[in-house]
């Protein structure tokens, strides 16, 4: 095989990793229409609003496991940097140990560069006795005890 060709095997192998990262396979749908998960602000006399009391508050802590540029980037630098070692089937199995590590190598590097995203879970006992779990990425100085406004998604005290 020449040179020549065995290089557009890996970049054509290197195009589709690149295009399967653009799908986010780790998503889950949303169960609740095209509303974002993790509302940032509100505004006043919305579609929904409703009146409870905070029961608890929790930290949650957002982590991204999705295969990302680093761990692509990785794997089409491993897999060339393999495929200069040995010959023959030797050749073509350094090939595949260099790509998996390098992806691997990549990811690792990648995970350790993103900040993670801290989301606060607000469960509310509504007037009505039901509870409403409600998540957002600021905290408006809201405490157990108190007595807040969903509006449109978002908690605030009244």
């Known amino acids: 095989m020449k040179p020549m060709k065995k290089f557009g095997s890996v970049l054509g ?11 986010d396979m780790n998503a889950p749908p949303n169960a609740y229409g095209s509303e974002p998960a993790y509302p940032q602000s509100s ?26 540029i680093g761990a692509i980037a990785g794997a089409v630098v491993g897999g060339i940097v393999g495929n200069q070692v ?24 990648e995970k350790r560069n993103q900040q993670q995203a801290d ?24 405490r157990v005890g108190d007595r807040v406004q969903i509006d449109n998604g978002v908690a605030r005290r009244y």
């Open 13 to 23: 192998l290197a195009a589709v990793l690149a295009l399967g990262a653009c799908a």
């Open 43 to 68: 505004n006043t006399g919305g579609v929904y609003s409703a009146y409870g009391v905070v029961q608890s508050i929790e930290l949650v802590r957002q982590n991204n496991t999705g295969i990302g």
């Open 86 to 109: 040995g010959a023959g089937q030797g050749k073509t199995a350094a090939t595949v140990v260099g790509a998996a590590g390098g992806a691997y190598a990549g990811h690792q590097v």
């Open 119 to 142: 989301a606060y879970k607000f469960t509310i006992r509504m007037r009505d006795g039901s509870y409403q779990t409600v998540m957002q990425t600021t905290n408006p100085d809201i």
